[in-house]
């Protein structure tokens, strides 16, 4: 799983395919929705490619569309 708590305040997302990472504060999420919803106001693509999510920097999300 690419998103981890780290503690209750701050999560940690990793992109699937690259080495970024991110940490994000929990601020006032109450599910893994809310922490989802928080991820992609800061440029991630968060979404589920057949079983598993996946997770996409800002970075390789503007390469993928610019190629």
């Known amino acids: 799983m690419t998103i981890q708590g780290g503690s209750q305040l701050v999560w940690t997302v ?3 395919f690259c080495d970024a990472e991110e ?4 601020g006032n999420a109450e599910t893994f929705f809310d922490v989802i919803d928080l991820i992609k106001k800061l ?5 589920r490619m057949g079983r598993e999510w996946k997770h996409q920097c800002p970075k390789c999300r503007e ?5």
């Open 14 to 16: 990793r992109c699937d």
């Open 23 to 26: 940490c994000v504060p929990n």
């Open 43 to 47: 440029g991630w693509r968060v979404f």
């Open 63 to 67: 390469e993928e569309f610019a190629g």
